[in-house]
């Protein structure tokens, strides 16, 4: 029995040869092709990181700037690093990006090369049996016959005992890359859903980029591209500040007297205070105290950025009274509502505003529509179409989240 296996194992070598050279192309073929994929990551993060060094560097000029005493130059110099840093940004998410595609490329080839491997063991382990079958009436007589010289047959029984074992670890790695494909098809996906969140990173730091080299164009339109005027307008920036603290607390206060009073406009404000949305769908472009505000270095962004198109219709977010509709250099035209509980609102670089000072709101009612074009009337130091809104309490700027509800 033993004898007959061995025969068997003979006829069958010249197709085994042929399937097994066949099978080490294919496989040499796929390889070289995820090798290639492997290099051009490689080659993709070497590049990802050339770039976030100079990303460091503008990073480390940005942080000396605003350590320097405040002028026109110095924050031109600020903004303008922020713009060159924010345009490397984009670039390291759009290689970033284009390393999780070939990531995505590479994981597709694997996948390719484990199933044309199982494909390979399933058509070599076909014609196996199908040539063991074939040779089941072969004789020792005519195989012994076909050789001059009897250890060579025993040389290629070797052979092939060698062949067979290389195909039994071959079948075992074919079933371990089996295994594996399923995991490798979730980490595709999960690839998948990594760019596309860094696709919408993307979008938002293209956003940020327009907004940073509007902001350096507002600023000399604002500072009339003169030390001296910028020196005034700081001045006018804290001034301004100063002003609306201080007259916040003074309409509170008759504020207070008219509801004691009974007023009945007043009487509607009794109870908790809830603000819904100024505006219907914003995009916020800048928050509570956001660090990456672009006029940071001057002062503290003290409200949300609702991104709308220009013209937008702003409402009143809670009923209250109009303190005023004024405009200053930095909020441009801007108007104030005093409500109950401490609280008060800002609608900051309108393009219209359409109440008056004293005037009651309701909830929701129309008080103006929204600007903040740079070079348009009532834009004040602004960075592009949108609504600045404020929340006070006390008169000190608190995040408008805690506030804000969703109707």
Same mark, same amino acid.
């Given at each position: 029995?033993?004898?007959?296996?061995?025969? &068997?194992?003979?006829?069958?070598?010249?197709? %085994?040869?042929?399937?097994?050279?066949?099978?080490?192309?294919?496989?040499?073929?796929?390889?070289?092709?995820?090798?290639?994929?492997?290099?051009? !990551?490689?080659?993709?993060?070497?590049? @990802?990181?050339?770039?976030?060094?100079?990303?460091?560097?503008?990073? /480390?000029?940005?942080?000396?700037?605003?350590?320097?005493?405040?002028? %026109?130059?110095?924050? %031109?110099? !600020?903004?303008?690093?922020?713009?060159?840093?924010?345009?490397?940004?984009?670039?390291?998410?759009?290689?970033?990006?284009?390393?999780?595609?070939?990531?995505?490329?590479?994981?597709?080839?694997?996948?390719?090369?484990?199933?044309? $491997?199982?494909?390979?063991?399933?058509?070599?382990?076909?014609?196996?049996?199908?040539?063991?079958?074939?040779?089941?009436?072969?004789?020792? !007589?005519?195989?012994?016959?076909?050789?001059?010289?009897?250890?060579?047959?025993?040389?290629?029984?070797?052979?092939?005992?060698?062949?067979?074992?290389?195909?039994?670890?071959?079948?075992?790695? @074919?079933?371990?890359?089996?295994? &594996?494909?399923?995991?490798?098809?979730?980490?595709?996906?999960?690839?998948? /859903?990594? %760019?596309?969140?860094?696709?919408?990173?993307?979008?938002?730091?293209?956003?940020?980029?327009?907004?940073?080299?509007?902001?350096?164009?507002?600023?000399?339109?604002?500072?009339?591209?003169?030390?001296?005027?910028?020196?005034?307008?700081?001045?006018?920036?804290?001034?301004?500040?100063?002003?609306?603290?201080?007259?916040?607390?003074?309409?509170?206060?008759?504020?207070?007297?008219?509801? /004691?009073?009974?007023?009945?406009?007043?009487?509607?404000?009794?109870?908790?205070?809830?603000?819904?949305?100024?505006?219907?769908?914003?995009?916020?472009?800048?928050?509570?105290? /956001?660090?990456?505000?672009?006029?940071?270095?001057?002062?503290?962004?003290?409200?949300?950025?609702?991104?709308?198109?220009?013209?937008?219709?702003?409402?009143?977010?809670?009923?209250?009274?109009?303190?005023?509709?004024?405009?200053? *250099?930095?909020?441009?035209?801007? @108007?104030?509502?005093?409500?109950?509980?401490?609280?008060?609102?800002?609608?900051?670089?309108?393009?219209?505003?359409?109440?008056?000072?004293?005037?009651?709101?309701?909830?929701? $009612?129309? @008080?103006?529509?929204?600007?903040?074009?740079?070079?348009?009337?009532?834009?004040?130091?602004?960075?592009?179409?949108?609504?600045?809104?404020?929340? *006070?309490?006390?008169?000190?700027?608190?995040?408008?989240?805690?506030?804000?509800?969703?109707?």
């Amino acid at each position: 029995m033993q004898t007959r296996h061995i025969f &068997q194992r003979y006829v069958v070598l010249p197709g %085994l040869l042929a399937i097994f050279s066949m099978g080490v192309f294919v496989l040499h073929t796929s390889a070289t092709s995820v090798d290639q994929l492997s290099s051009d !990551i490689e080659n993709k993060q070497a590049e @990802i990181d050339g770039i976030r060094h100079k990303i460091d560097q503008y990073q /480390d000029k940005i942080i000396k700037a605003e350590q320097q005493q405040q002028s %026109l130059s110095n924050e %031109l110099s !600020i903004l303008e690093n922020r713009v060159q840093k924010t345009q490397l940004d984009i670039q390291s998410a759009q290689l970033s990006i284009d390393k999780i595609e070939l990531e995505m490329n590479k994981t597709r080839e694997e996948i390719l090369v484990a199933e044309q $491997q199982i494909i390979e063991a399933r058509s070599m382990i076909s014609l196996v049996l199908k040539e063991l079958y074939r040779v089941d009436d072969a004789g020792p !007589i005519e195989v012994l016959f076909g050789h001059d010289v009897f250890s060579d047959f025993f040389d290629q029984v070797q052979y092939l005992e060698t062949l067979q074992d290389d195909l039994s670890l071959t079948l075992e790695r @074919i079933e371990t890359l089996s295994a &594996q494909l399923t995991s490798q098809q979730e980490q595709q996906t999960e690839q998948k /859903d990594r %760019l596309v969140s860094m696709r919408e990173e993307l979008q938002k730091t293209k956003l940020k980029l327009d907004q940073e080299k509007a902001a350096k164009d507002s600023l000399l339109a604002v500072a009339a591209n003169s030390e001296a005027q910028f020196g005034l307008l700081l001045r006018e920036l804290s001034e301004e500040r100063q002003y609306i603290q201080t007259q916040i607390f003074r309409l509170q206060e008759e504020l207070n007297q008219r509801i /004691d009073e009974g007023d009945e406009q007043a009487q509607e404000l009794i109870g908790p205070t809830i603000l819904s949305w100024p505006v219907s769908g914003p995009i916020i472009t800048a928050t509570f105290h /956001d660090p990456t505000y672009p006029f940071r270095h001057l002062f503290e962004h003290s409200g949300l950025d609702m991104a709308v198109p220009y013209g937008t219709q702003v409402r009143a977010a809670a009923p209250g009274y109009v303190a005023w509709a004024l405009t200053g *250099r930095s909020y441009g035209n801007y @108007i104030m509502i005093i409500h109950a509980n401490g609280i008060a609102t800002l609608y900051a670089h309108l393009s219209q505003m359409d109440v008056k000072a004293d005037q009651f709101v309701e909830r929701g $009612q129309p @008080i103006g529509k929204s600007g903040g074009i740079p070079g348009t009337p009532g834009a004040g130091l602004s960075t592009g179409a949108h609504l600045h809104f404020e929340t *006070r309490e006390d008169g000190i700027p608190v995040n408008p989240y805690s506030y804000l509800v969703n109707e």
